[in-house]
């Protein structure tokens, strides 16, 4: 399933490319309408071009055709590596950076000849970058904001990237008869938002068979170190990877440490001592006797601490060792099974790739009972938002395609635009058809943090709002979250019964872990949506579950938990 998710990205950036170049718009486009509809598909591209059939792709002619078959045979397209090396790397890396356009780009390289980010930041510290057009004072702490979060990026992938790829590689390291227990660690197994490497475990009767194996896979682009039992090696998507073989009679004692935190390892130690115990990757043991008294599994590893098993995803130091060595119940979080629907999907009324008929037939795939639709409203006109009489519209096309359904429900929802003072981009008679209103924000991220606040408390205030969707507005390694004063916002959402999502889109993650921890203890019902764009994006759905574990949420907080009668029950204002 990589293969269309990868060709999709490089056929954007061959738009991106072809846009600097200022290639004929129609091109551009063409680009980024395959990378869309490729996106959409929800069959692997090489058993689609095993029958031929490339082309029956809507947007895919003969030309991408051969690129994708190209790409499926030798992992590049040659053409898309001769425009990147047509285009100076400088350029590439400017454009990047929020704030920085193709025009702007070319003026910095050739009216002030930076020729690195440093040489960007430098200049912008001393406010050098004035006299270029549309680069005032302000944007000088823009861009210097933006590399700061490049260079954080850098250091860390999200989720949504890593996951699959470590994934992949225990798919393929689990296939040796050697391998016994393989099992990811660290910050991925956490569920963290974002990662520096990848950590995986593995046991087995042939360590070095297995070290082999994991430096000849075909996507190692650099070994960085390769010994009997650890190895570790770049994989070509620059991400650092670390496989260490254990002993069986070991592997939760090396779970344990090696999917940490450290933070929550070193308090673990510290109870340890306190019993007369030691604790590291070995096992436990009795520090008098030097005896081992536990390590083969982490049950056992927390039991020889008095402790119950915790979850991998409340393993922060956040007060959890605390809380469950007094004996307070350790949550049941939420898994992907609970889920029974999708609270935030766009069709290609907006700006989705599919039909709601392609979401529903999606959606039933994954076993869910229903799924909202949540199109933007009239005023992003970007995204394609719908008139009052187009939503009107799909609101009838629904109710049609409810009648053809069995034990499937599509429930009529908007994602409708807060503007700039609070009010909502539909009239209240329009919002009053709808099942669920969504409500967010999508422009005007300057205003003060005051502004923000009574603008999102406002649109809580409507009756008929029931969700606020991506509440900070962030987007991981490309914009901060917006400030708000969250006190009121949990408080407002509380009093007027409004849900807050956690938008599992992978860039977005948002609300965060700790603001839906506290949204849960503020008393607050949350909704995951995958704010897909396409089918395939319904697949999102685990990276907001990831969230929601993180925050301890448990069934009776989210709102996919339950049947879409009982959620519309809850959803009711006043
Ligand atoms: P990351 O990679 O920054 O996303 O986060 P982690 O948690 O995966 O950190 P990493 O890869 O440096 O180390 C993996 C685990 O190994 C970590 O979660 C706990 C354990 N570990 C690493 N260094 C230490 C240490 O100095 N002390 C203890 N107690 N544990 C450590
Ligand atoms: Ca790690
Ligand atoms: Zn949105």
Not at 27 to 50: C, F, G, H, M, P
Not at 62 to 68: Q, R, T
Not at 91 to 105: F, H, M
């Amino acid at each position: 399933m990589i293969n269309n998710l990868e060709i999709a990205k490089i056929f954007n950036q061959i738009a991106d490319l072809l846009e600097l170049k200022d290639e004929n718009i129609f091109r551009v486009r063409a680009y980024r309408r395959a990378a869309q509809n490729l996106e959409a598909v929800t069959e692997d591209v090489s058993e689609i071009a095993k029958r031929k059939e490339l082309t029956k792709i809507p947007g895919i002619g003969e030309d991408l055709a051969g690129k994708i078959t190209e790409f499926i045979k030798t992992g590049k397209i040659r053409f898309f590596e001769k425009l990147k090396k047509h285009t100076s790397s400088i350029y590439l890396e400017l454009i990047t950076i929020p704030g920085i356009g193709p025009k702007t780009a070319e003026e910095l390289i050739y009216k002030l000849k930076i020729k690195s980010l440093k040489g960007l930041e430098e200049k912008a510290r001393g406010h050098k970058l004035s006299g270029i057009p549309g680069l005032g004072e302000k944007t000088e702490s823009n861009i210097l904001k933006g590399i700061e979060l490049i260079r954080k990026g850098r250091e860390r992938v999200m989720l949504g990237t890593a996951l699959p790829l470590a994934e992949d590689i225990t798919r393929r390291l689990k296939k040796l008869p050697e391998t016994g227990e393989i099992v990811i660690c660290g910050s991925l197994r956490r569920q963290k938002e974002t990662i520096r490497d990848i950590d995986i475990l593995v046991t087995s009767s042939n360590p070095r068979k297995i070290m082999n194996a994991f430096i000849g896979l075909p996507f190692i682009k650099r070994v960085l170190a390769h010994g009997p039992t650890k190895s570790s090696a770049l994989i070509k998507e620059d991400i650092q990877v670390d496989v260490r073989v254990v002993e069986p009679e070991s592997f939760g004692a090396a779970l344990l440490y090696f999917t940490g935190s450290k933070e929550h390892n070193i308090h673990l130690r510290k109870i340890a001592v306190k019993k007369g115990l030691k604790i590291n990757e070995y096992g436990v043991f009795n520090i008098k006797t030097k005896k081992k008294v536990g390590g083969k599994t982490e049950e056992e590893m927390y039991k020889t601490l008095g402790l119950p098993y915790i979850p991998p995803e409340l393993r922060e130091d956040r007060g959890e060792v605390e809380s469950f060595a007094k004996g307070a119940r350790v949550p049941r979080l939420i898994d992907l099974n609970d889920i029974k629907g999708d609270y935030h999907v766009h069709t290609k009324a907006s700006d989705g790739s599919n039909s709601i008929e392609d979401i529903v037939k999606a959606a039933i795939a994954k076993n869910y009972e229903y799924v909202v639709i949540s199109d933007h409203s009239k005023s992003l006109k970007i995204a394609g938002g719908l008139s009052e009489d187009e939503l009107l519209k799909q609101i009838k096309a629904i109710r049609e395609i409810n009648k053809r359904l069995k034990n499937f429900r599509v429930l009529a929802g908007s994602e409708v635009d807060i503007l700039e003072d609070g009010s909502l981009d539909y009239s209240d008679e329009i919002l009053a058809r709808l099942d669920v209103v969504t409500a967010s924000i999508h422009t005007g991220f300057k205003q003060s943090k005051e502004k923000l606040t009574t603008r999102i408390t406002r649109a809580m205030q409507n009756k008929y709002v029931n969700i606020i969707a991506h509440l900070s507005g962030r987007l991981i390694g490309e914009r901060d979250a917006y400030p708000l004063n969250m006190d009121r916002i949990f408080k407002t959402a509380r009093e007027t019964n409004t849900t807050l999502e956690i938008n599992a889109f992978p860039n977005r993650l948002d609300l965060d872990d700790t603001n839906a921890k506290r949204a849960k203890e503020s008393g607050i019902m949350m909704a995951i949506g995958s704010d897909s764009h396409s089918a395939l994006q319904l697949e999102s759905m685990k990276y907001g579950v990831s969230v929601a574990r993180r925050a301890w949420l448990e069934k009776k907080d989210v709102l996919n938990c339950l049947t879409a009668d009982e959620a519309l029950k809850r959803l009711k204002k006043g």
